[in-house]
Structure formats: structure tokens, C-alpha cells
């Protein structure tokens, strides 16, 4: 029996709306055998959707208490969602070596201090092409993958959310992204809530994914559920989708350790 697992979830502890039994009990519902928590932890802050680094032990704690009482029912994993900073490196290094993670998901949410993921209001977007924004955003993407602190790149172009479509073709960046990726030894993962975001379409988009198989980028999935109803959201689709690509393979994870999962 394949193992079907969702590994990009929030909780209460950051921006979700349930709590970790919650999310536990839908994924048993919907016939889940591996689940893993990966709250935002963001090191400048506070923000009201992230922990900063002493709400951990919180997390800790919460998956600790899941994992004891549905021990057998279901496997639950220690994730995390990161805010990258290129200027906070070390710091963010130093919290998470403190922990022992399944596995450590990098996101790019910021461009320099504008949180563009929720500028929903579009307050700053007219200030630069489309074109100018993906040059930034992807640069930062490289840098995040390429620090050494990260298994998994989120929602590889979240970029894209609110429509943000590029002028002009951006193969080129998609190819030397994937190139970078490769040499960095990072995963990444198709990230479905895409489908409910305005951009209309999985993280990432059928160009750039090609670009990251070619690179024989591994690949996971993640629903980035905020409510305990998302979670596997077009899962299906999505696997169809990389199958017919020639993905043979998902990756699981355990201590930050690669599995194989067939697909
Ligand atoms: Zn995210
Ligand atoms: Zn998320």
C-alpha cells in the first residue's frame, strides 16, 4: 500500500485555524498514514501568522502529545515552515539546530521587508514589472536554497500568487533556479493550495516544474492547509500530474533523511 502523507500544515500555533488534534483526526479521516506539521516560525518578528523562535518548544510539545496518543494510527512528523532572510543566516541556523526536525521547509515570503505573500491589497506590486519581480524573488529563492538550511523549497513560485504573471518568457531563471536547486541538493514541493490562491495553479507552474525535472529535483507534496478541510486538496491531481512528467518518485522524510515514496 503506498503511503500517502501531506506534509505542509498549520496549526493555531502560527496562522491556522485548528488545533493539532484537529488536523490529526481529518487526516485519519481522509485515509492519511503520515503527517507532518510545519508551522511558520519567522525570525523577524512578531507577526500575527508566525512563531517567533521561543514558540517551538510550544510546537515541540503539541506534536509530542499527537504523537503519543494516535502512536499506531497514524505516523505525525516534525516540520517546519522558515522564513528565509539572506542577512539572517546564522541566526536562523542557530535556532534550528536546537531541534530535532523530520525536516525544515525554506520559504521566501519577503522581499526585503515587504511580506508581498500578503499584500493582497497590491500596495506595493505597482511599483515594479511583473519581470522585475520574478529577477528578485527568484534571486532570493537561489540564495535560500543554496544556505545549506533547508530540505524543501515551499511553494517554489509563490510569486505568482496574486496573478503576478511575468512579461516575458522566464525560462532562463526557471532553468538556472532548477541548475542551483541541484548543486544545493534541496527537494522541493508541489504545493497544491495554489488551485484556491488567485493564480489559479499548483506551485510551481507546469514551466518551471519541467525545469526542476529536468534537474532531477526530488520532489514532495504539501496542501499548506490553514484549516483541517484543506488538507490533501487535489492531491490526486497533483500525482497525476508528476507521474505523467516521469516522476517515479516522491520524497518522505524521517530526522532529515530522505524516502523514496513511489509514486
Ligand atoms: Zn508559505
Ligand atoms: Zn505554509
Not at 98 to 117: E, K, M
Not at 143 to 155: I, Q, R
Request: charged share 30%; with cysteine.
Amino acid at each position: 500500500m503506498p503511503i500517502r502523507f501531506d506534509y505542509h500544515m498549520h496549526t493555531r500555533l502560527s496562522d491556522g485555524k485548528n488545533s493539532h488534534e484537529e488536523m490529526v483526526e481529518e487526516a485519519i479521516k481522509k485515509g492519511f498514514n503520515e503527517i507532518g506539521f510545519s508551522d511558520h516560525f519567522c525570525i523577524k518578528g512578531p507577526n500575527s501568522w508566525a512563531m517567533e523562535a521561543d514558540g517551538i518548544p510550544k510546537m515541540v510539545s503539541e506534536i509530542d502529545a499527537v504523537q503519543k496518543k494516535y502512536d499506531g494510527k497514524i505516523r505525525i512528523l516534525f516540520g517546519i515552515e522558515v522564513d528565509y532572510f539572506p542577512d539572517k543566516e546564522d541566526e536562523i541556523a542557530q535556532v534550528l539546530k536546537q531541534y530535532s526536525f523530520d525536516y525544515v521547509i525554506g520559504s521566501v515570503h519577503f522581499l526585503d521587508d515587504w511580506n508581498y505573500d500578503s499584500d493582497s491589497a497590491h500596495k506595493r506590486y505597482t511599483e515594479f514589472s511583473n519581470d522585475y519581480l520574478y529577477q528578485w524573488y527568484f534571486a532570493e529563492l537561489q540564495k535560500a536554497a543554496s544556505s545549506g538550511l533547508f530540505d524543501t523549497m515551499a511553494h517554489p513560485d509563490l510569486i505568482k500568487k496574486f496573478q503576478v504573471w511575468p512579461e516575458s518568457a522566464q525560462n532562463g531563471l526557471f532553468r538556472t533556479t532548477a541548475e542551483i536547486f541541484a548543486d544545493a541538493g534541496v527537494a522541493f514541493e508541489v504545493n497544491t493550495s495554489g488551485i484556491d490562491r488567485p493564480c489559479g495553479e499548483f506551485f510551481p507552474g507546469k514551466e518551471f516544474l519541467t525545469e526542476l525535472f529536468n534537474a532531477d529535483i526530488p520532489v514532495t507534496l504539501g496542501s499548506d492547509s490553514h484549516k483541517a478541510e484543506q488538507i490533501g486538496r487535489y492531491f490526486n491531481d497533483a500525482k497525476t500530474m508528476l507521474k505523467e512528467l516521469g516522476y517515479p518518485n516522491l520524497v518522505r522524510y524521517r530526522k532529515r533523511e530522505r524516502i523514496n515514496e513511489p509514486l
